[in-house]
């Protein structure tokens, strides 16, 4: 039976992927740094002796915080070692293509001076702008700036959960006014930022708003043309969040991958997404201590490449420490993704999925810039001999290593459309590896 559609007004405003240069330049990225930091990283996890268990952004709803306590960190939040140029330098050298950094999270502690409220870096002993010089030095390296905003605001008197009362909508009234005004006050003090990152928009009060958000989302997009809005602002008038009662995606990008990564192609419905994830299990914030198993640098590559692979950007998270340097385990996995990406960052940017069978070994991801197709191997085979399935009439014409000499791989035709790929000699790699492939139209 045909599915009936339903006339929305403010569903997705637009089917199928974006075509413009703004956001062929967001797909080609590849390989992006997430930045949560603000009040949470003072305490980092603990309170008054005790540790937190969950997530360090998180601590101020724990029942031993009271609030006017943790807004009180305000005081106390004077990063003197902040050096925006160094950690855009760790960026560059990891090979990320853009940041999104928190300009407030559910806390409202906003890391600009916004004029529509005191709780700002303004009004605290560092007294200084954080996201101008932040979107400044990560400009001079080349690395796109992607802003982060929480909706939910637990300091604004305004936010509410849900709107029950007559106060309640006078209350969340002032509230999207207030969410408008910050809006376009960072699209205008940092108009090279090329989006924003929505969060904190599930509760029912922003739920309930699909006709404000829908017009909000318009006005930010006339002021800032090419702008990139992911699928978490607004919901539409039945309340569907990401897609719409149609199931299209609203926005320009999925934004439902966090900490989760899609198993086949089929599974991103031909959207484009980033999948956001932590170093550990789940803190954003910084948090003195670490619990339970901690990725290493090469489980981050698989992720890297499996996003890739399946039409995707990896957004790896960094949290910052109170006094604005960035915690070793951080800078260490940043140096080994960077040590890796030097070698093999052409199988990644301008990467998408490239039509092939996936194989026990790794994974296939094509170049949109040279239409070679890049096989990036993570576990070798007893027999050491990669297995590739052509999809038809594609013959392989070309293996080479993309680290060193391009005699390294054999390739052989052991049946229709499918080949081995023979290393010419024995390889004990420390590392997941890339092999090009220089495919042709099969004879
Ligand atoms: O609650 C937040 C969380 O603290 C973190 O900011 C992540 C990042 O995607 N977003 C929210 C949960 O979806």
């Given at each position: 039976?045909e599915k ?5 007004q403010?569903?997705a ?6 075509n ?5 330049r ?6 992006g740094q ?6 949470y990283?003072i305490?980092?996890?603990?309170w008054n002796g005790?540790?937190?268990n969950?997530?360090?952004e998180?601590?101020r709803t ?8 943790y ?8 990063p ?7 950690w ?12 999104t950094?928190t300009?407030?999270?559910h806390d409202?502690?906003?890391l600009w ?5 005191d709780?700002t ?21 080349g ?15 305004d936010?509410?959960y ?7 909508s ?12 910050q809006l376009l ?5 940092y108009p090279s930022?090329?989006?924003?990152w929505?969060?904190g928009?599930?509760?029912?009060s922003?739920v309930?708003?699909?006709?404000f958000?829908?017009?909000l989302e318009t ?7 090419g702008?990139i809005?992911g699928?978490r602002?607004?919901a539409?008038?039945y ?8 199931g299209n995606l609203m926005g320009d990008?999925e934004q439902?991958w966090?900490r989760?990564i ?5 599974d991103v419905?031909?959207n ?9 299990e789940?803190?954003w ?13 090469d ?7 499996k ?7 990896f957004v790896l ?5 109170p ?10 996995l ?7 990406m030097?070698?093999n ?5 301008n990467?998408e999925?490239?039509?092939?069978i ?5 994974y296939f ?8 197709i890049?096989m ?6 007893v027999s050491g001999?990669?297995r ?11 293996a ?12 052989e035709?052991i049946?229709?459309?499918t080949?081995?790929?023979h290393p010419n ?8 590896f890339v ?9």
């Amino acid at each position: 039976p045909e599915k009936k559609i339903i006339q929305l007004q403010h569903g997705a405003h637009r089917l199928g992927r974006r075509n413009d240069a703004d956001m062929a330049r967001w797909r080609a990225y590849g390989l992006g740094q997430f930045i949560h930091w603000g009040l949470y990283s003072i305490p980092a996890g603990e309170w008054n002796g005790k540790m937190y268990n969950g997530a360090a952004e998180w601590i101020r709803t724990w029942k031993e915080v009271s609030p006017q306590a943790y807004d009180s960190l305000i005081y106390r939040f004077n990063p003197t070692k902040f050096n925006p140029d160094s950690w855009a330098a760790v960026a560059k050298q990891m090979g990320v293509k853009y940041v999104t950094i928190t300009t407030k999270h559910h806390d409202g502690f906003c890391l600009w001076p916004s004029k529509f409220t005191d709780f700002t870096v303004a009004n605290s002993p560092y007294k200084k702008d954080i996201i101008g010089p932040l979107v400044k030095a990560y400009d001079k390296q080349g690395i796109d700036v992607i802003l982060y905003f929480s909706v939910m605001d637990w300091h604004n008197p305004d936010w509410r959960y849900d709107i029950k009362t007559r106060d309640d909508s006078i209350a969340f009234n002032r509230f999207k006014q207030f969410t408008r005004n910050q809006l376009l006050e960072l699209l205008t003090q940092y108009p090279s930022a090329k989006g924003l990152w929505f969060d904190g928009t599930w509760d029912k009060s922003w739920v309930k708003q699909a006709a404000f958000a829908d017009s909000l989302e318009t006005e930010m997009r006339k002021l800032h043309p090419g702008l990139i809005i992911g699928s978490r602002f607004r919901a539409d008038e039945y309340g569907k969040r990401h897609f719409d009662s149609n199931g299209n995606l609203m926005g320009d990008y999925e934004q439902g991958w966090e900490r989760k990564i899609p198993e086949k192609i089929t599974d991103v419905h031909g959207n484009d997404w980033d999948c956001v994830m932590t170093i550990p299990e789940n803190q954003w914030g910084y948090a003195k201590t670490w619990q339970g198993h901690i990725k290493t640098a090469d489980e981050l590559l698989e992720m890297l490449a499996k996003c890739v692979s399946l039409d995707g950007n990896f957004v790896l998270n960094f949290g910052p420490k109170p006094d604005g340097t960035l915690r070793a385990e951080e800078l260490s996995l940043a140096k080994a993704i960077g040590d890796w990406m030097t070698v093999n960052k052409e199988a990644i940017y301008n990467g998408e999925y490239a039509g092939f069978i996936k194989q026990d070994w790794g994974y296939f991801i094509k170049s949109t810039a040279s239409n070679k197709i890049y096989m990036l191997v993570f576990n070798i085979p007893v027999s050491g001999v990669l297995r590739v399935a052509t999809p038809s009439h594609m013959a392989i014409r070309k293996a080479y290593g993309l680290d060193n000499a391009a005699s390294n791989y054999t390739s052989e035709e052991i049946g229709s459309s499918t080949y081995f790929i023979h290393p010419n000699q024995q390889i004990t790699p420390k590392k997941p590896f890339v092999i090009v492939l220089e495919t042709g139209e099969e004879a």
